[in-house]
């Protein structure tokens, strides 16, 4: 049984891996077409075989360590990111009984939290500047939408009542939670940009002051690894976004059209806007974000007692 779910999961893995490489061509396709030009179309036909080169070149490129970095921290902070990305996945509400998580919500929020401090290593450890201040930005923008995040994951946990993501697909087999609580989506949605570090918040990486945030010391294999688990991440919190907003289980072909859906406006969003402004960026997630996911909180919590007693 144990071998059984070790196989599961590795092959679970690397259909992640794949579903990566071919984000990244669907991104740089569709951002090609939305500045008028071609995206990658050299290599394979229409491009397909581009993420394989590119991952070919990042990998057998040189992998340069800075002389004054520490080591250890430096080394291991992309190798415990993308691990973080790809152990997140467990926490689907496969139909196989692949694993049975009854508390997956909470299982998530660990990861997401955990994976802080990869960016914080990989900042500090860089002993360079430029990093620190990449690191410092994305640890802080990280902590506050957490929060934002965690408050409309407690006002939908409140509808369904329980911490599994399985009950989600029950409760919205007549009607999406995004019909009843839009804003929530909204917002839920905006938090995932923040949290992945994504345009039109991705000041970790502005380019103008930052270089390349918190990864500007790396190169080769190292860069690639964090690559991979910020597309991991997104891949991720759009099949969740799916799960929590729009319903439908994982057997369905329909569920991963909504998967792709959502993964398609992360780049609509990148092609579409400019860059925030770091201090707008904190007051929308505290004075605006915060207080109306918990008033959502309240309604929902309030009306969640308000069926029990009725029920009893």
């Known amino acids: 049984m144990v071998l059984v779910k070790f196989i599961s999961y590795l092959i679970l893995l690397i259909m992640v891996l794949v579903a990566v490489a071919f984000f990244t061509l669907l991104e740089r396709k569709i951002l090609g077409y939305i500045q008028v030009r071609k995206g990658p179309n050299k290599v394979g036909y229409m491009g397909l075989l581009q993420p394989f080169a590119d991952a070919v070149k990042l990998f057998t490129k ?38 049975s998580f009854e508390f997956g919500v909470l299982f998530f929020l660990c990861c997401m939290s955990a994976g802080v401090y990869s960016a914080m290593g990989a900042g500090w450890a860089s002993n360079s500047k430029y990093s620190l201040l990449g690191c410092l930005r994305a640890v802080a923008q990280t902590i506050s939408y ?29 009607s999406w939670f995004m019909l009843v609580a839009g804003p929530l989506g909204f917002l839920w949605f905006v938090s995932c940009l923040a949290e992945s570090n994504r345009t039109p918040f991705d000041f970790a990486e ?7 945030g918190f990864n500007t010391e790396y190169s080769g294999g190292g860069f690639a690894l964090i690559f991979m688990a910020e597309y991991a991440s997104i891949l991720f919190l759009s099949t969740l976004f799916s799960i929590l907003f729009l319903g439908g289980n994982l057997v369905s072909i329909g569920f991963y059209l909504k998967v792709v ?23 929308l997630t505290w004075k605006t974000f915060l207080p109306i996911s918990l008033n959502y909180c309240l309604f929902f919590s309030g009306a969640s007692i308000l069926c029990y007693v009725i029920l009893m």
Not at 80 to 85: G, K, M, Q, T, W
Not at 206 to 212: D, M, R
């Open 62 to 99: 040189e992998q340069t360590f800075p002389t004054l970095s520490n080591f250890v921290p430096y080394y291991l902070s992309p190798i415990f990111s993308l691990f973080i990305s790809l152990a997140i996945w467990v926490v689907m509400p496969y139909e196989t009984g692949f694993f």
């Open 146 to 174: 957490e929060v934002s995040l965690a408050l409309i994951l407690l006002s939908l946990l409140f509808l369904v009542g329980g911490l599994d993501l399985n009950m989600f697909e029950s409760y919205q087999r007549y």
């Open 206 to 212: 502005g380019e103008s002051e930052l270089v390349s």
């Open 261 to 283: 859906s959502i993964g398609f406006l992360f780049v609509w969003v990148r092609g579409s806007l400019p860059r925030y402004r770091y201090d707008k960026l904190m007051y």
